[in-house]
């Protein structure tokens, strides 16, 4: 016996879509698309403005945000000028501040160290680490009227003082007394001499090196 | 004409129709808009950010203490050499520790540490511990400690000294090979002066 499908063509499984609209008039499918259409750009046009006020919305409100903004910079302008300057001055400052050396400190030490009966008749001490190594060396010192005070030099070495002691031992002490400061290394006699008289006591020369970082 | 097309090409003409007349719209229209309205939420975003940051500092009280700071360090390290003012300020420091200064003979200035040092030979006399103290009170004028300005001048510094025996009795001659700083820039005009106590 034969199977008969008796569903409709449109209803059977595969041929759904086969006949949607074979029936209907294409006059009404044109004539209501096109009311779909025209209720599509109804909506879009209604979306358009919704759009074009948030857009308005959001212009005013850069507006006045930048507005706001160019007011607070106004107003920080000086601040920052301040702050840019503290930046390139305080680095500057500090590392001077802190390569100093305290002489005063030094000077302090020297005659707390120096012995009895011991004079010293000139002094140079030279920064290791001078805060301007490329100065020029003033052409010549000022010159200095017959009588008045001599211009000292900086000797060659880091660190020179001579003076004059009552005996040879007293330099020695000199000596010893020196190679304790802790700012001071390799304390050298250059020469200990003795005087044309009694009186005039032994003549020295000590040299050292000098690293004022000892000294803190 | 419409009656010789059948339903489904109708159908079909129609949805192709809306279809269109909604991607032309989207795309023509809207969509320009939305792009326009991301862009300026973006810019509100960033102005709101800007607006903000500038506010903190505009509140910090760190940042109104820098322009005291600023007046400080200027004063420390002044924008041009000012030999006159370095003048003044070591003829104070002489008279206040009760040294004599001699000559001041400033040299151009030549970069130092980040600024510019104008380098100084300065002869003083006066006796031992009193040059001590006007040393002392050339480094005092200014320091920096630990982020800390303290500013009663110029910044100075001692590279190199020396002290002999002065034929006024009881006093001592030192030369000073001092630096005066300050913040670049201009050049100083070397000048010999020699001061009256």
């Given at each position: 016996?034969?199977?008969?499908?008796?569903?409709?063509?449109?209803?059977?499984?595969?041929?759904?879509?086969?006949?949607?609209?074979?029936?209907?008039?294409?006059?009404?499918?044109?004539?209501?698309?096109?009311?779909?259409?025209?209720?599509?750009?109804?909506?879009?046009?209604?979306?358009?403005?919704?759009?074009?006020?948030?857009?308005?919305?959001?212009?005013?409100?850069?507006?006045?945000?930048?507005?706001?903004?160019?007011?607070?910079?106004?107003?920080?302008?000086?601040?920052?000028?301040?702050?840019?300057?503290?930046?390139?001055?305080?680095?500057?400052?500090?590392?001077?501040?802190?390569?100093?050396i305290a002489w005063e400190s030094l000077l302090a030490d020297l005659s707390r160290v120096m012995p009895r009966r011991v004079r010293l008749q000139t002094l140079s001490m030279q920064s290791p680490t001078p805060l301007a190594a490329g100065a020029a060396t003033p052409a010549a010192a000022p010159a200095t009227p017959p009588g008045s005070t001599p211009t000292p030099s900086?000797?060659?070495?880091?660190?020179?003082?001579?003076?004059?002691?009552?005996?040879?031992?007293?330099?020695?002490?000199?000596?010893?007394?020196?190679?304790?400061?802790?700012?001071?290394?390799?304390?050298?006699?250059?020469?200990?001499?003795?005087?044309?008289?009694?009186?005039?006591?032994?003549?020295?020369?000590?040299?050292?090196?000098?690293?004022?970082?000892?000294?803190? | 004409?419409?009656?010789?097309?059948?339903?489904?090409?109708?159908?079909?003409?129609?949805?192709?129709?809306?279809?269109?007349?909604?991607?032309?719209?989207?795309?023509?229209?809207?969509?320009?808009?939305?792009?326009?309205?991301?862009?300026l939420d973006t810019q509100i975003g960033d102005a709101n950010v800007r607006l903000a940051t500038t506010q903190t500092l505009l509140n910090s009280p760190a940042a109104h203490q820098s322009a005291g700071q600023l007046a400080q360090l200027q004063r420390a390290l002044p924008d041009d050499?000012?030999?006159?003012?370095?003048?003044?300020?070591?003829?104070?420091?002489?008279?206040?520790?009760?040294?004599?200064?001699?000559?001041?003979?400033?040299?151009?200035?030549?970069?130092?540490?980040?600024?510019?040092?104008?380098?100084i030979t300065l002869l003083v006399s006066g006796r031992y511990f009193r040059i001590a103290n006007f040393m002392h009170e050339l480094r005092s004028r200014a320091r920096v400690e630990d982020g800390d300005v303290r500013v009663k001048g110029r910044l100075f510094a001692v590279d190199n000294m020396a002290i002999a025996k002065s034929p006024t009795k009881g006093l001592l001659a030192a030369t000073l090979s001092l630096d005066a700083f300050m913040s670049g820039g201009a050049a100083a005009r070397p000048s010999t002066a020699t001061p009256t106590p």
């Amino acid at each position: 016996m034969e199977a008969v499908n008796l569903l409709p063509l449109q209803a059977r499984p595969g041929r759904r879509w086969a006949t949607v609209g074979k029936d209907a008039s294409p006059r009404r499918v044109l004539t209501g698309g096109a009311a779909v259409a025209c209720v599509a750009v109804v909506g879009l046009g209604l979306a358009y403005v919704h759009e074009r006020s948030v857009l308005n919305d959001q212009r005013a409100t850069l507006a006045a945000v930048q507005t706001e903004v160019v007011a607070a910079d106004a107003k920080a302008a000086p601040i920052r000028a301040a702050q840019s300057g503290v930046a390139a001055r305080m680095p500057a400052a500090t590392t001077v501040t802190a390569s100093r050396i305290a002489w005063e400190s030094l000077l302090a030490d020297l005659s707390r160290v120096m012995p009895r009966r011991v004079r010293l008749q000139t002094l140079s001490m030279q920064s290791p680490t001078p805060l301007a190594a490329g100065a020029a060396t003033p052409a010549a010192a000022p010159a200095t009227p017959p009588g008045s005070t001599p211009t000292p030099s900086v000797g060659s070495a880091p660190f020179t003082v001579t003076g004059v002691a009552t005996s040879h031992v007293r330099v020695a002490l000199v000596l010893d007394r020196l190679a304790s400061l802790p700012w001071l290394t390799n304390v050298t006699l250059v020469s200990s001499t003795n005087g044309a008289s009694l009186a005039a006591g032994d003549t020295f020369s000590v040299n050292a090196g000098f690293n004022p970082g000892g000294a803190q | 004409m419409i009656d010789r097309i059948n339903g489904r090409l109708a159908f079909l003409l129609a949805v192709v129709l809306v279809l269109l007349v909604v991607l032309a719209s989207w795309f023509a229209v809207l969509s320009p808009q939305r792009s326009k309205a991301a862009a300026l939420d973006t810019q509100i975003g960033d102005a709101n950010v800007r607006l903000a940051t500038t506010q903190t500092l505009l509140n910090s009280p760190a940042a109104h203490q820098s322009a005291g700071q600023l007046a400080q360090l200027q004063r420390a390290l002044p924008d041009d050499a000012d030999v006159s003012e370095i003048i003044r300020e070591l003829s104070r420091a002489a008279s206040k520790t009760g040294v004599r200064i001699d000559s001041i003979a400033p040299s151009t200035p030549v970069p130092s540490a980040g600024a510019q040092a104008v380098p100084i030979t300065l002869l003083v006399s006066g006796r031992y511990f009193r040059i001590a103290n006007f040393m002392h009170e050339l480094r005092s004028r200014a320091r920096v400690e630990d982020g800390d300005v303290r500013v009663k001048g110029r910044l100075f510094a001692v590279d190199n000294m020396a002290i002999a025996k002065s034929p006024t009795k009881g006093l001592l001659a030192a030369t000073l090979s001092l630096d005066a700083f300050m913040s670049g820039g201009a050049a100083a005009r070397p000048s010999t002066a020699t001061p009256t106590p």
